[in-house]
């Protein structure tokens, strides 16, 4: 399986890290060895020193596709959780400044938590679905994805252009504002309106 990350959709998000605002959606991938699960203990990794959280809403592919219409897009994913898309962000300035890529400031090992998974039927409005993330039980993040500047629909379809999707595969759909580092000792816990989902201790 594949770990698709859409950066940059939230414009709040963007005008924080001083990006432009993109014309089409831009993704990066991160490799299945990201995959933190069950809600593990995330390890502070000895190449950074400036480790940060970022909570997105995570889409599950459920059906092999290519080219996909916008308006049959909805056909290929049928779970949401939510995830952190855990940047080194020391190295991605790096990368940035150089013009080199996002690989090891995204994909390191460890750096996607991924929570349960609800039943997309769950959700009265997928474009009313509120999230928020805690740091230490305070809140740090919050995000709705009717603020998304692209849709889940427009994400599947845009991916699926360059690359097929494929069950299994993971969309990570952005961030909101609010993003910032972690130390060890820290404890991140996701929620999905009223549900927690996902806890992740910093060691
Ligand atoms: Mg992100």
Not at 140 to 167: A, K
């Amino acid at each position: 399986m594949k770990i698709i990350c859409i950066g940059r959709n939230y414009v709040a998000h963007i005008k924080e890290l001083n990006n432009a605002i993109p014309t089409s959606p831009i993704f990066f991938l991160k490799p299945d060895t990201a995959l933190l699960i069950r809600n593990r203990p995330f390890y502070y990794p000895a190449f950074s020193t400036d480790i940060h959280y970022e909570v997105e809403l995570v889409l599950k592919i459920c059906k092999t596709g290519k080219h996909i219409q916008k308006k049959f897009a909805s056909d290929y994913f049928n779970e949401i959780g939510i995830g952190l898309d855990m940047t080194a962000r020391d190295l991605q300035d790096t990368a940035k400044t150089k013009g080199l890529p996002w690989a090891v400031a995204k994909g390191f090992d460890q750096s996607a938590p991924v929570s349960k998974f609800l039943p997309k039927s769950q959700f009265s409005d997928l474009k009313n679905i509120s999230f928020h993330l805690d740091l230490n039980g305070t809140t740090v993040q919050q995000g709705n994805s009717g603020l998304m500047m692209y849709d889940f629909d427009d994400i599947i379809s845009n991916i699926s252009t360059f690359m097929t999707l494929r069950t299994g595969d993971y969309i990570f759909t952005g961030t909101p504002a609010g993003v910032g580092p972690v130390t060890v000792g820290d404890k991140l816990e996701a929620w999905i309106e009223g549900e927690k989902m996902l806890s992740c201790s910093i060691k």
